[in-house]
């Protein structure tokens, strides 16, 4: 299994342009978790989905994220306009239903920079 | 509120030099406790769930133990590729499907 794929890897945009990030799950995972990580707050949760449905997008921090999941293998998280306060690490992560909580496997991320 | 917390925030050890890591939480109705391990420009790698108090994992140098209040992680005789930084992460209070981070310990061990 090829695991979490996140693309791309690193963004540079200027301030006030839409970003899409994308992101495919492991193949069979219920859950996708779209994650932000800074050196001031660490990870952060924004939004998960499960069997495609967001449950939860309290962590959004404004109306200008939006995040999608069209199809069990498909996310993106996009920012629209976005600001410099946004630069961070974006990490999507999935993992398997089960009774107990089970681990989340996470991709490699996608360094946003916003100029 | 739910938060995990984790100390120090850095510790640098010598090669071959024990020491643990802490990880404290207050979320109610604890379902696991997990550690992940992160490379620099890498998404955290999972290395542990545990899910009782007195429950112990391990792996390699790496050992994980849980209690009621706290959960920690001993490195023993720690190598340079050990250099990371280590997440500890708990369930969050909304229905336990999401985890909560700490903001991690940032390990550095010197040949």
């Known amino acids: 299994d090829a695991g979490v794929i996140q693309s791309p890897r690193h963004e540079v945009t200027e301030m006030g342009q839409e970003v899409t990030l994308r992101c495919k799950p492991i193949s069979g995972h219920d859950y996708l978790f779209w994650y932000r990580q800074t050196m001031m707050r660490g990870l952060e949760l924004l939004i998960y989905f499960n069997n495609n449905v967001p449950i939860d997008d309290s962590g959004m921090p404004e109306d200008r994220f939006s995040a999608k999941m069209p199809n069990a293998s498909f996310s993106t998280l996009k920012i629209q306009p976005s600001e410099p306060r946004d630069s961070a690490v974006y990490f999507c992560?999935?993992?398997?239903?089960?009774?107990?909580?089970?681990?989340?496997?996470f991709g490699q991320g996608t360094r946003l920079t916003v100029v | 509120e739910d938060q995990v917390t984790q100390s120090p925030e850095a510790l640098r050890l010598q090669e071959g030099e024990s020491s643990s890591l802490n990880c404290s939480y207050t979320v109610s109705g604890l379902r696991g406790l997990f550690w992940y391990r992160q490379d620099p420009g890498k998404g955290p790698e999972f290395l542990f769930t545990l899910y009782s108090a007195g429950e112990e994992k391990e792996k390699e140098r790496l050992k994980a133990t849980l209690t009621k209040k706290e959960s920690f992680l001993h490195i023993t005789a720690p190598k340079p590729e050990d250099s990371a930084t280590y997440l500890c992460?708990?369930?969050?209070?909304?229905?336990?499907?999401?985890?909560?981070f700490g903001k991690g310990t940032m390990l550095l061990v010197s040949p």
């Open positions: 992560a999935s993992r398997k239903a089960g009774t107990a909580n089970t681990e989340a496997f």
């Open positions: 992460a708990g369930p969050m209070n909304s229905g336990y499907s999401t985890l909560t």
